[in-house]
């Protein structure tokens, strides 16, 4: 497995006095499955928000293979093969499913390869395949404006598969979806893994069990404590500011 | 398809005009001189409108300034219109235009250079706007201008392009502008004949762009152009480079209404800073929004309705004109959510 | 009957006071404008009494030459048969400095300042004794400065060196261009002078850079409270509601026609209409409200959520109200007179002059910066305001009346619209145009200032405004206003969503 | 029942332009309605085409071929603004119309299908710099000349330094400024022209600025207290319709150069402000210089017409030549091969009451020279 | 009382809710489960008044309220978290509360209650809403509504993005809130466990139109789970 490893080092964000990553250091090795857990607020939104450039870390070097990641803008970053599932869930509202799908599927992206692009047989399967994955097959046609919470959700997770990238960044997968479909989703993820990294931030504990790799906890924009899902249950310091007792 | 057909009947109608202009006056069919010339003038501004709706409709870049560029476009060509007067000026000089014989110039500027080739004025009715607005548009599509932002900073460009026009000192003949041309390409200007070719130039370049913008919206650069409009920053995250997609439309139209210019001066006989002023680059806007934003018929649909409407109307109506039109503005988005092509989709749609 | 008797008679019939020297000037009031010229310069250098009212009504048009060729004063209309006694230009330089000799030792302090300047203007080395005699008696410190400055030119125009050294002195102290031009005219006149007056003109050129300064800065702060002024509404309605509002202009015209209703409405009350214009601003806020709350109600509801159609929708608002206007009012300007205490100009330190209207306008634009700031931060309304502007399905949920608070916004944004037609009524047209110079600026302001932020629409305007200003004179006014075009532009690549730009999260989306 | 003659009305209803043009309007409309009243021409009852080119000069040339073309006028009134003249000037010369043009303007024109009503630069600017420099106006030396930008204020400038040059004022003492079209912030250059005017010579302000800019021009004048006797200002485009605006007590004394003033004591004019002010309905409506020239354009094509006994195009344009009106003016007009009118030169003082007192005219009315002899290229001209 | 009685709605010419009937009394808590898509939400926003229904009746407190606007509606004791935060971007956490005190008396303040419940609001009053973190802003908008003391709440899927511990206090507070001090509950929720612990009656949608619905101890959790996977 060739792929990148993607590296944080000391990384740091403040706004306006307001430390949300504090001296951030956490390696994902290529083909990891990584799921980060913490408290509302500590900065697992931002640490994303650094990976794909739309902020930029006050300190601290942030790498994926290579290639310095706080020096390009977001759209080389997306190049470099790292896609990203946001939080809250937005796709394009005057297009159709079919075209978001399209609009992701992996090809060249300046302005005259998008002139000359012709949808194939090749494509338009990939696009198929995925639309049957996140159960969108009915609805390819309608606009994506008109979609519910929770299918806009799985949109979004579609559009980053399509993207088919190196490192996936999935934000809060399985908010609003039913039980099933949390097993479906981790079903899903542990299945791309291995070929490609990636980290999934979640705080639904049945899911990151089912996902069954290392979980990184994070807190106030530091590492609170990693390890297996039962070590991390375990550990005081978790229970204190994240689980409960 | 029932859009495709009535583009087509008016395409047609309008291809007729010339040649019914042509029946004896005392024919029932004999269309006047008179509509040839503003229809040519609509077919004009129906392009400019396209050219808009292109940046507008499908990428989201409300320009203001539209007008800029087509103002340049005529300026492009105004000057080679002015070229070709020669010596047929009222001071008689070989070279120099009246206005700088009569402003004490002893030679022409080096930018009026080149001109006297119909190719090169013509090119340059294309590369002076459509340059501007890369340059305009690349600093402000890679600074993230966007929205009312970038409306109003196109609206300071035309702004400052009409008080630069204004002044004497700039040779572009200040407030007067160019007029008193004579001909084009051997044509005497002022004849019935000269005006049919330029109504069909400007027929097929309508025709042409349109075909040109239909196109260009079906492929995936038109859909990444409608994503870049709803969630730009979107866009990004999937690798697209905005700032590329952006400029290539916004250049691309520039240069359309550059050649919407360039077709409407030797139309009306005049160019002149007015054509920069900002209220003229927002007229194209509500043309745009009269038809129907982001249907390319419906831009065309709009320029032509606006200005048969106003052309009617102040004569028909001369003090009440401004009222009636402004009604309309105002009870075309009440009535009709999608401008006046929502009244052709209800009509023909389903 | 009653304006007969009024009518004081001053019959001056030459035969009566035959060997009079007054009188045997008279007649030369009704020549020829240089034969007046003489005879006025002649009367101020008589000194009797009896011209000052003389030469006041000449000055007024209140001199008549009556039937018989004798010279009679009217305090109203001319009785038939008589002419209005006419002058030109010529004749009120001369009556202006006679009337200063005249009125050098008058009662009122105003008065005589203004004679004091009136000598400077007119100067002659006659005139030193009188002078000498009006700064022994003067108290008032700034008289004092005037007749001291008239006494300096006078003795400049005596024929002795030595007195023209003591004015060259006297004028160098001074702070006004017109001492610099007297001696200036001095310069070429005795040449041998000219190492003297070169060091007073030296000093007065160095305060007087000092009070160009300062005055271009006044310059620059007036053209920036109007241009807030006119964007202050356009900040409401455009930069807090969203809504382009193309018919901001339009508001701005109507406020500026209620002041001139107003001020008709007043005209023929004697004491109401000194204050016809302190009315005309609550007057005008009313009616500009009333209006954007029924254009909000009426139209624009319909349409939140679709800014574009909103703009074709105000577009069309404006066209029918700047015609409407225009039909009722007719196309011509309308006059709105400005009351006395906003003519003139105001003298600071320094003889640093500011215009009265220009100062009042400035004080009024902050003022009502002030109460916008405080309507939309400190109270419910203003709360409610902005949220239902953020999320107006929302802001229902929560109880807001959202249609209410639209209105009372888009009122609100209106109202200030039409105050600064009040303000604008004083230095530009009333016309239906009026509006349509002013929306460009008001957006650019409101855009480089940052939308939605009050803070930015007023530095966004002052800087515009003494940026403007500063570049005028190097550049000329056509090429300032494309500076400032290009240095906005300019500007907005390095802050893409202006000035005060609204950061964080929420900004990015 | 003969068909009607047409007359084309030009003018802008709307737009920048209104304010000026409206008036003419009306006065074209009034004399349509005075000559009915006396039984038409020829016979013949006259019908008014009125239209609204918007102050949008494309927009000018679109309606001329409109009133042209479509509704076949006889005659136009109309335009004015140069540029709006130079837009519809193609159109007329195409399709053989007649336009009567009623403003004064910069010259350097004369087409077969214009007459020009209004002044030349020698009827109006020469004469009023004249006067400034008379001992009666002052004895100026140094020449503020503030302008719109536009080729009006350009050529009479133009012509008016070569013609101060001629007199002995040097170049170091006159300044141009110019400004755009409906400048209001006039506070720079009026204290820039208190320190042109502090250097020791009387100084004289020649305004050439347009419309709308006018008012807040004049406040600024009299708010910083620019006094006629001081620094007098004489202006080219200020007439009763724009001082109607302001308050002029503060301006008295300052200057305007005209062919007509409202105040003009002259049996025609008593008849012109009674005409006037029963058809406006408002007796405190003013007339001004362009009225004036509209109507006397007006009665001289009405002879013409008459003369010529048709309204076709080429005989009455003949027989336009040589037509003499006595005009409200107190003169007798005269049309002459140029297609300009004689006129006398009149300079006003402005009255607290908002009107012009008469202060100097000319003996007799001058013939215009619509070719300035101080510019050195009409010596090149090729004659029409 | 709250009566939903068999209410349409569609949305162009698509229908999505057909028939659907619901009722909580004071003091209990009503639970709508489905898969996505089927109308929990659209339900909800016509129980607010954001969707115009097609047919049926809402009463609340005997009274009619289907033709209320939404503000009448909330000002008659009805409080709404909607789904996916809607918080206000450009207002700070404390004005975001505010807002909800429309309905309320001049004066009035934010219930301290409110920031015993979710701490962490105290310490960002200052800050603007739109900066939160995903779970912060869910918190505020629970709060939010909190703040008008409704005496109907409806929750649109209240824990989503939520930390665990919180999400435990959140069912306290539900559960305060409907047993003692009598508020009615509408809570449509995807965490089945979260939503059975607290609900005394539970309605299953499937495609716009209730499919299951009955009494929490008397229904077949087993036909639910089905139902929620199919
Ligand atoms: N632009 C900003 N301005 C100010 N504070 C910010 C900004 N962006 C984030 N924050 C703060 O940084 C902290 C981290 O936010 P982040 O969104 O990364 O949290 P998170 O771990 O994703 O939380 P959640 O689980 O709730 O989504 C939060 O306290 C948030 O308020
Ligand atoms: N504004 C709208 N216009 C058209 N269709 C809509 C609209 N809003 C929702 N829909 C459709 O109505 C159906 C129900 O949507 P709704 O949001 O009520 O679902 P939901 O049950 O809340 O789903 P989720 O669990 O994903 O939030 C969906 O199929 C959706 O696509
Ligand atoms: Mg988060
Ligand atoms: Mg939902």
Not at chain 3, 221 to 242: D, I, N, W
Request: glycine residues 10%; neutral net charge; contains cysteine.
């Amino acid at each position: 497995m060739s792929g990148n490893s993607l590296y944080l080092d000391g990384v740091s964000v403040v706004f306006d006095g307001f430390q949300a990553l504090n001296n951030l250091s956490l390696v994902v090795e290529p083909g990891e499955l990584r799921a980060i857990i913490g408290p509302n607020g500590a900065g697992k939104t931002t640490m994303m928000d650094v990976i794909t450039g739309k902020t930029r870390p006050t300190k601290g070097t942030v790498r994926f293979g290579e290639s310095d990641l706080t020096r390009m803008d977001e759209a080389s970053i997306a190049m470099l093969g790292i896609g990203r599932k946001f939080q809250k869930p937005t796709v394009f509202d005057a297009l159709t499913v079919f075209e978001n799908l399209e609009l992701a599927l992996k090809a060249p992206r300046g302005p005259i390869p998008c002139l000359r692009w012709r949808l194939n047989g090749e494509a338009r399967t990939a696009i198929e395949r995925t639309l049957a994955e996140i159960g969108l097959t009915e609805r390819a046609r309608d606009r994506a404006g008109l979609l519910s919470h929770g299918q806009r959700q799985w949109l979004e997770i579609g559009m980053l598969l399509m993207q088919d990238p190196q490192l996936l960044l999935v934000d809060e997968p399985v908010a609003g979806m039913t039980d099933h479909e949390t097993e479906l989703t981790a079903t899903l993820l542990r299945g791309i893994a291995g070929a490609r990294s990636v980290v999934v931030v979640e705080h639904d504990l049945e899911f990151v069990r089912a996902l069954g790799h290392r979980v990184t906890v994070l807190h106030e924009g530091s590492v609170l404590s990693e390890g297996s899902i039962d070590h991390v249950q375990n550990d005081q310091r978790v229970i204190e500011v994240y689980l409960g007792r | 398809m029932t859009r495709r057909l009535v583009l087509l009947a008016c395409v047609v109608l309008l291809a007729l005009i010339p040649i019914l202009n042509l029946l004896p006056d005392a024919s029932p069919f004999h269309v006047s001189d008179f509509i040839v010339s503003i229809c040519g003038k609509w077919i004009c501004y129906a392009i400019l409108a396209l050219a808009l709706d292109l940046a507008w409709g499908y990428a989201g870049i409300l320009s203001l300034g539209h007008g800029a560029f087509f103002a340049l476009g005529g300026y492009a060509i105004g000057m080679h219109l002015m070229r070709l007067i020669g010596p047929r000026g009222v001071y008689g000089h070989p070279i120099l235009p009246d206005f700088m014989v009569f402003l004490g110039y002893t030679e022409l500027p080096w930018y009026w250079l080149g001109f006297d080739w119909f190719i090169f004025a013509f090119a340059m009715a294309l590369v002076v706007p459509g340059l501007l607005a890369l340059v305009v548009g690349y600093l402000a599509f890679r600074s993230r201008i966007t929205g009312v932002y970038l409306s109003i900073i196109t609206q300071a460009l035309t702004y400052a392009l009409m008080l630069a026009f204004f002044r004497n000192d700039m040779g572009f003949g200040g407030n007067n502008g160019f007029t008193d041309f004579k001909e084009l390409l051997g044509m005497p200007l002022n004849t019935p004949a000269t005006r049919s070719v330029l109504f069909y130039a400007s027929l097929v370049v309508l025709v042409l762009a349109y075909l040109m913008c239909a196109a260009l919206t079906r492929t995936k650069f038109g859909r990444v152009l409608t994503a870049i409009r709803d969630a730009e920053s979107r866009v990004r995250f999937l690798g697209y480079d905005v700032t590329q997609h952006k400029l290539f439309v916004f250049v691309l139209s520039a240069m359309l209404a550059g050649v919407a210019g360039a077709l409407y001066v030797p139309q009306v006989g005049i160019i002149n800073p007015g054509e920069f002023s900002p209220g003229n680059s927002i007229e194209a806007v509500v043309w745009v929004a009269f038809g129907g934003r982001g249907t390319l018929v419906g831009a065309i649909l709009g320029a032509f309705s606006v200005n048969a409407i106003k052309t009617w109307l102040t004569s028909f109506a001369p003090d009440l004109w401004l009222i009636v039109l402004g009604c309309l503005f105002i009870a075309v988005p009440l009535l009709l959510p999608r401008g006046l092509i929502g009244l052709l989709r209800r009509g023909g749609g389903k | 009957m009653l304006r007969l008797l009024m009518l004081l008679f001053l019959l001056m019939a030459p035969q009566a006071h035959a060997q009079d020297a007054f009188s045997e000037l008279l007649p030369g009031l009704t020549g020829g404008f240089a034969q007046q010229a003489e005879t006025v310069e002649r009367l101020g250098a008589l000194g009797d009494p009896r011209a000052l009212p003389l030469l006041r009504a000449l000055g007024d048009t209140r001199l008549l030459r009556g039937p018989d060729g004798t010279v009679i004063v009217s305090p109203g209309q001319p009785p038939p048969g008589s002419d209005v006694i006419r002058i030109n230009n010529r004749v009120r330089g001369a009556l202006r400095g006679a009337l200063g000799r005249l009125q050098l030792g008058s009662p009122d302090p105003e008065e005589r300042l203004r004679a004091a300047e009136a000598i400077l203007r007119n100067r002659s080395a006659d005139d030193i004794p009188i002078l000498e005699a009006a700064l022994g008696r003067e108290t008032d410190a700034r008289i004092r400065d005037r007749l001291a400055l008239a006494l300096g030119g006078a003795r400049l125009a005596a024929a002795d060196p030595a007195s023209k050294r003591i004015g060259i002195l006297a004028l160098g102290r001074s702070t006004s261009p017109e001492a610099r031009a007297l001696l200036l005219q001095e310069r070429i006149a005795t040449p041998d002078l000219a190492t003297d007056i070169d060091t007073a003109i030296a000093s007065i050129d160095q305060r007087l850079a000092l009070r160009r300064a300062a005055e271009t800065a006044f310059q620059g702060l007036s053209l920036g409270s109007v241009l807030m002024l006119a964007a202050l509404g356009l900040a409401v309605t455009f930069g807090v509601m969203g809504i382009i509002n193309m018919a901001h202009g339009e508001f701005v015209m109507l406020g500026a026609y209620t002041t001139f209703v107003v001020q008709e409405l007043c005209r023929d009350i004697p004491w109401l209409s000194p204050w016809s214009l302190p009315l005309a601003v609550p007057a005008a806020f009313m009616v500009t409200a009333l209006i954007g709350a029924a254009m909000e109600r009426g139209l624009i509801r319909f349409l939140y959520g679709r800014p574009l159609e909103t703009l074709l929708l105000t577009f069309g608002v404006g066209m029918v109200l700047q015609q409407v206007v225009r039909l009722t009012f007719g196309a011509q300007n309308r006059e709105v007179i400005s009351p006395p205490w906003m003519q003139g100009t105001l003298v600071l330190p320094g003889e640093i002059t500011i215009t009265q209207n220009r100062a009042w306008i400035i004080l009024f634009a902050l003022f009502v910066l002030l109460a916008t700031l405080a309507a939309i931060r400190l109270t419910r309304f203003g709360l409610e305001m902005r949220a239902v502007v953020q999320n107006r399905r929302i802001a229902a949920t929560m109880g807001i009346r959202t249609g209410r608070v639209d209105a009372m916004t888009f009122a609100f944004g209106s109202g200030i619209a039409g105050l600064a037609g009040v303000a604008l009524s004083q230095i530009d047209n009333v016309s239906p145009n009026l509006g349509t110079g002013y929306i460009i600026d008001s957006f650019m302001v409101v855009v480089f200032g940052g939308v939605g932020s009050l803070m930015g629409t007023l530095i966004g305007a002052f800087s515009l405004g003494i940026f403007n200003k500063l570049l005028e004179p190097y550049a000329g006014v056509v090429l300032a206003k494309v500076a400032v075009l290009v240095a906005i532009m300019i500007f907005i690549q390095r802050r893409p969503k202006g000035l005060f730009a609204l950061k964080g999260r929420a900004a990015d989306q | 029942q003969a068909t009607p003659i047409k007359v084309g009305v030009l003018h802008s209803l709307s737009g920048t332009m209104a304010i000026s043009e409206t008036a003419l309007r009306d006065t074209v409309l009034m004399m349509i309605e005075w000559q009915n009243a006396r039984g038409g021409i020829l016979g013949r009852r006259l019908e008014a085409v009125v239209v609204d080119p918007a102050s949008n000069w494309p927009l000018f040339a679109e309606k001329a071929r409109e009133l042209l073309a479509v509704s076949k006028v006889d005659v136009t009134f109309g335009c004015w603004t140069s540029v709006s003249r130079k837009s519809v000037l193609p159109v007329f010369e195409e399709l053989n119309g007649l336009l009567f043009y009623p403003v004064q303007y910069e010259g350097e024109e004369e087409s077969k299908n214009i007459f020009y009503t209004g002044a030349a630069p020698n009827q109006q600017a020469i004469p009023a710099v004249e006067y400034l420099m008379s001992a009666d106006g002052g004895g100026a030396k140094r020449i503020a000349l503030l302008g719109t930008d536009y080729v009006y204020p350009r050529t009479t400038n133009r012509i008016l330094r070569g013609y101060l040059n001629s007199k002995g004022i040097a170049d170091a003492d006159i300044i141009e400024e110019y400004t755009p079209f409906g400048h209001s912030d006039w506070q720079g250059i009026v204290s820039r022209v208190k320190t042109f005017a502090s250097q020791g010579k009387k100084t004289a302000i020649v305004s050439t600025i347009n419309g709308d800019a006018n008012v807040p021009f004049y406040r600024e004048l009299g708010n910083q207290g620019i006094k006629a006797e001081d620094i007098p200002c004489v202006a080219f485009s200020v007439g009763e319709e724009e001082l109607a605006g302001i308050d002029t007590r503060p301006l008295v004394g300052h200057l305007a150069a005209w062919n007509y003033f409202m105040s003009v004591q002259s049996p025609a004019n008593t008849e012109f402000l009674a005409m006037w002010r029963a058809y406006i309905k408002n007796p405190r409506r003013v007339t001004n210089d362009p009225m004036e020239a509209t109507l006397t354009g007006f009665k001289m094509w009405a002879q013409a017409v008459a003369q010529a006994g048709t309204t076709a195009v080429d005989p009455v344009r003949i027989a336009m030549i040589g037509q003499k009106v006595n005009s409200p003016c107190g003169y007798t007009e005269e049309m002459h091969a140029n297609h300009h009118l004689s006129k006398p030169v009149m300079i006003g003082e402005i009255q607290a009451d908002g009107q012009f007192n008469i202060i100097s005219k000319t003996p007799t009315a001058i013939p215009a020279e619509n070719w300035s002899p101080f510019i050195p290229e009409n010596a090149n001209r090729r004659r029409p | 009382m709250l009566d939903v009685r068999a209410i349409d709605l569609s949305y162009g010419a698509s229908r999505c809710l057909r028939g659907v009937s619901l009722s909580v009394e004071p003091g209990k808590v009503a639970a709508v489960l489905g898969r996505n898509g089927v109308g929990k939400s659209s339900l909800l926003r016509s129980i607010m008044g954001l969707e115009r229904i097609g047919g049926g009746g809402i009463s609340w407190e005997g009274a009619d309220i289907s033709t209320l606007a939404p503000s009448e509606r909330a000002r008659r004791g009805i409080g709404y978290v909607p789904q996916g935060r809607e918080i206000f971007p450009f207002l700070t956490v404390q004005e975001n509360l505010e807002t909800a005190l429309a309905a309320a008396p001049r004066g009035s303040k934010v219930p301290g209650e409110v920031f015993d419940l979710f701490p962490i609001l105290r310490d960002f009053l200052r800050r603007r809403g739109g900066d939160l973190s995903g779970g912060q802003q869910q918190q505020l908008a629970i709060a939010r509504a909190l703040t008008a003391r409704p005496r109907l709440l409806i929750l649109d899927e209240p824990t989503e993005g939520i930390q665990p511990n919180v999400i435990k206090d959140i069912g306290k507070v539900i559960q305060y809130l409907a047993r003692d001090r009598g508020f009615a509950v509408v809570l449509v929720e995807q965490y089945f466990e979260f939503a059975r612990d607290l609900a005394d009656t539970i309605t299953v949608m499937v495609r716009g139109e209730v499919a299951l619905a009955g009494k929490t101890d008397a229904l077949d959790e087993a036909a639910v789970r089905k139902l929620l996977t199919v």
